[in-house]
């Protein structure tokens, strides 16, 4: 079995084609991989946002509590999505809650450290704004669909 270092694994993820070495070797060194087992929360709204996870494996759900009603899943995300972006947005707080579906493999990006690298090298922070631009709008768009399933002329 090879192993692959978090560097292999962010160039081989389609988000990451188009950077080059030294944007893999900048952004790679604010990685881990982490694991979630199915049922366990993620991450709860409110908490810091000091983390960005990429699923490498597994399923996750976004979810948001509803009065009276438990938690609604707002978005399904599957291997190659990324988790959360709230952690680009000051005060960066979790918006939502994200609960592994499936036991889940992440690589697990310090946000901090990607902040700062970003500043530091600001061709690799319009690398990443180019990267995270899509998938916020991906994000929104797929939130507000799931809305209109929830509270469309079907659902009273």
Known sequence: MAIHTIRDLL??????????DEALDLIAGCGTNVHFTAGRPIFREGDPADKVFILRHGDAAIEIAAPGAGPIVVESLHPGDVVDWSWLVPPRRAMSDARAVTDVSAISLDASCVLRKCDEHPGLGYQMFKLWLPHLAQRVRAQRLQLLDLYGPDAR
């Open 11 to 20: 160039a081989g993820h389609p988000a990451f084609r188009d950077f080059d």
